[in-house]
């Protein structure tokens, strides 16, 4: 019984954590995202893929100062702040928060003008590219909460 119950609680964070259909990012790897903003130089357009509160936006933005492992935006996601690492895309503050950069191509770029408020995703929230790659999100947290209870 316990068993099932994990299985079903996993299944469910999995279904939440999918993608939207409509997401001009779903192609992008982690890898990807990370080699276009290590190349990147001061003044370049970047863009913040967010996920808040059952919408899904992108914010088109200039990229300011590019200081060691850090690129600093224009624009200051809701949380976190605007400091992104280059090697992986994930903010500074808040690196497994809902706001990450994406490459931007010209498909997100359109998506970015013709929904300037963001397009509605209901229950799905974020499953960045970088979640497998570095085993964060909230799947790797329950199997380990679950090992720790039972030692």
């Known amino acids: 019984m316990e068993n099932r119950k ?24 982690a890898d990807a995202i990370s080699a ?27 990229i300011e100062a590019i ?17 992104f690492y280059l090697a992986v895309g994930k903010n500074r503050r808040s690196p497994t928060g809902q706001a990450h950069l994406v490459i931007p191509t ?16 209901g229950g799905s929230l974020t499953n960045f590219p970088y979640r497998e790659r570095s085993g964060l999100g909230r799947t790797s947290l329950i199997g380990k909460r679950k090992s720790s209870k039972t030692e």
């Open 106 to 121: 010209q498909q997100i770029r359109d998506f970015a003008a013709g929904n300037p408020n963001g397009k509605q995703i």
């Open 6 to 29: 994990q299985h079903s609680i996993l299944e469910a964070i999995r279904h939440a954590q999918r993608r939207p259909e409509d997401d001009p990012s779903n192609t992008q790897t």
């Open 67 to 83: 200081k060691g492992p850090r690129l600093y935006l224009a624009y200051e996601p809701m949380y976190g702040g605007p400091a």
């Open 36 to 62: 276009h903003y290590r190349n990147a130089n001061v003044g370049d357009v970047a863009v913040v893929r967010e996920t808040y509160a059952g919408f899904l936006n992108f914010r088109v933005t200039k």
